[in-house]
């Protein structure tokens, strides 16, 4: 098979994977002659599979051989796939030639599990040493790792990746035995754990080595190297959505809980896509689309908005589902409408960000344009907010909603307009 072939088998067996997005790196250049590629620290090169989700090339399996038996995976060792493995040189030189050809910008690694864990992980780390240690690539590298690798291992990936990640695959243990046997969920938490600790001593040495006085200065001690950073994108991780019955409050619960106690950058939703030869403790359907991206509005809402999780989704007794006819933050002003109107001329930061339709960046303008004048509708205009959605929350100088606010169907001003289905639609 030659490298074609393989990289058509391996980017495919890829794509599964949605936690690649590769925001917070390390601003690195090539200028001076230094190394190849460059990366700043916004982020790589895009792209998006065809069902909307943002993945970022080189994305690559080093091999989709694996002798686990993940029930969701393509990859796993019962199902009839063709094959294919990349030797460490082929994922080098394969990165580097579409570096080159300015075709991306960095690389996301990731494998099923051949002989044995640290067998893999050191194959996947390889990669990363090679291009950095004798190819100088100064490009973004995300590493997927494998959480019973030895903690050598880990700590090896974080020298050279920006990003590392672990998929907890599941959102609740149950579903990790029932649907990933080999997999442990106290082994995945470990490592989590561990790598949070590396992360954390590279920053706070950094900060330390910024913080020193330079040599230059009367009576200063010379300023200390700066440490070998670690992952500094930080970790993220990815978890199915829809190939169990667990719904979005214990989703978000495992979320707040990831973000909380690892410092994880980012939690991925993939909605299970439906495979070949699947297992019967599988569902038959894709759950919608809409689902996974009403996650990540809600996982946006606890991360921006301070919003904590229990307040976004009902609770298990209520059904425990986000609503998939308006967004998450609707649907909580919807239900707690005696906190509105909101006077935007008053309100605490706080509580504007809780306005359907006021972003982050619009509620830091308001706040600044008060400090001047009274804020006036035509002011909202100017600052291009949805019109239409937030007039029913605010009061401003010359603005005040209307009784339709307190009517018992208010909010069906916002659901979608009814499609008519097509006769010959599936
Ligand atoms: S270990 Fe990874 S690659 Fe292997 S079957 Fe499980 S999810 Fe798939």
Known sequence: MDVQQKLAILADAAKYDASCASS??????????????????????????PDGRCVSLLKILLTNYCGYDCL???????????RARFTV???????????????IEGLFLSSGIIRSPDYTMEQVVEVARVLREEHGFRGYIHLKTIPDAAPGLLERAGRYADRLSINVELPTEQGLASLAPEKNALAIRRSMARMRVHIDDARNAGKEARAAPAASMPGAVPRRAMPTPFAPAGQSTQMIVGADATDDRAILTTSATLYGAYGLRRVYYSAFSPIPDAASAL?????????????????WLMRHYGFSHEEIVPSADAGGMLRLD???????????????????NQAPRELLLRVPGLGVKAVDRILAARRVRRLRSEDLRRLRVP???????????????????????FGAHFRPAPVQASLFSG
Request: hydrophobic share 35%; aromatic share 8%.
């Open 72 to 82: 969701y995976c393509v990859n796993r060792v019962s199902s009839n796939v063709p």
């Open 283 to 299: 569902p038959l359907k894709s759950p919608p689309l809409l689902r996974e991206h009403r996650l990540y509005q809600a996982d």
């Open 24 to 49: 917070g790196g390390t601003v690195r250049d090539s200028r001076g002659g230094r190394g190849i590629g460059s990366v700043d620290g916004h982020g790589i090169c895009h792209s998006f599979t």
């Open 326 to 344: 308006v967004d998450p933050k609707l649907a909580w002003a919807l239900a707690h409408r005696d906190r509105f109107p909101v006077d935007l």
């Open 89 to 103: 040189d082929e994922v080098v030189a394969l990165t580097l030639d579409f570096y080159r050809r300015n075709c």
């Open 387 to 409: 019109l239409s959605k937030v007039m029913h929350f605010v009061v401003t100088a010359d603005h005040r909603p209307g009784r339709s606010f307190e009517a018992a169907d």
